[in-house]
T-cell receptor, first 114, second 108 residues
Framework: NAGVTQTPKFQVLKTGQSMTLQCAQD?????MSWYRQDPGMGLRLIHY???????DQGEVPNGYNVSRSTTEDFPLRLLSAAPSQTSVYFC?????????????FGDGTRLSIL | GQQLNQSPQSMFIQEGEDVSMNCTSS?????WLWYKQDPGEGPVLLIA?????ELTSNGRLTAQFGITRKDSFLNISASIPSDVGIYFC????????FGTGTRLQVFP
């Protein structure tokens, strides 16, 4: 079972570059989300999706775009990378939104912006 | 936004000791969740609580949903080295909101 797969695992970018972080799940989950994790800040929600074709903003959406053209995939795009976006990014999925359904997390993408 | 305070920020304990951590919110919620994150991995759900006053165990872990519905506690008994990691509380709204985490170190 693959679960939630994130690629790449590591990436270094220069300021101003664009990039797409990939997230795929094979559990037929409707709900998918992106978090960033910074020291002392816990996990903060960037964007989420309750199903294909539907996305919404979380706590810290600025500088990021998402789309959900299929149930399986939920890519996160950095349009013009900034050093403040250096972080560890986690994708998660569940059958439905909210905490009643356990969220399954990927292993993260470690992103550094120089 | 929702305020979710988790304490302590970090704990350094000896193997065999018991551990206690807690989380408080500024509002009332219907579900409290506790996750653990091992180094280099994503968080994994440990315990879910759905009713005020509920006490739920998962092996050596016990979590309680506070009566006021604004707090929750996680206890780990007889800690072992593999308990090392970051423990997060989380709240259910229409999306999942995480606390800032408690980093646990266990020394042999």
């Amino acid at each position: 079972n693959a679960g939630v797969t994130q690629t790449p695992k590591f990436q270094v970018l220069k300021t101003g570059q664009s990039m797409t972080l990939q997230c795929a799940q094979d559990m037929n989950h409707e709900y998918m989300s992106w978090y960033r994790q910074d020291p002392g800040m816990g996990l903060r929600l960037i964007h989420y999706s309750v199903g294909a074709g539907i996305t919404d903003q979380g706590e810290v959406p600025n500088g990021y775009n998402v789309s959900r053209s299929t149930t399986e995939d939920f890519p996160l795009r950095l349009l013009s990378a900034a050093p403040s976006q250096t972080s560890v990014y986690f994708c998660a999925s569940s059958y439905a939104g909210g905490g009643n359904q356990p969220q399954h997390f990927g292993d993260g993408t470690r992103l550094s912006i120089l | 936004g929702q305020q979710l305070n988790q304490s302590p920020q970090s704990m350094f304990i000896q193997e065999g000791e018991d551990v206690s951590m807690n989380c408080t919110s500024s509002s009332i919620f219907n579900t409290w969740l506790w996750y653990k994150q091992d180094p280099g991995e994503g968080p994994v759900l440990l315990i879910a609580l759905y009713k005020a006053g509920e006490l739920t165990s998962n092996g050596r872990l016990t979590a309680q949903f506070g009566i006021t519905r604004k707090d929750s506690f996680l206890n780990i008994s007889a800690s072992i080295p593999s308990d090392v990691g970051i423990y997060f509380c989380a709240l259910n709204t229409d999306k999942l909101i995480f606390g800032t985490g408690t980093r646990l170190q266990v020394f042999p």
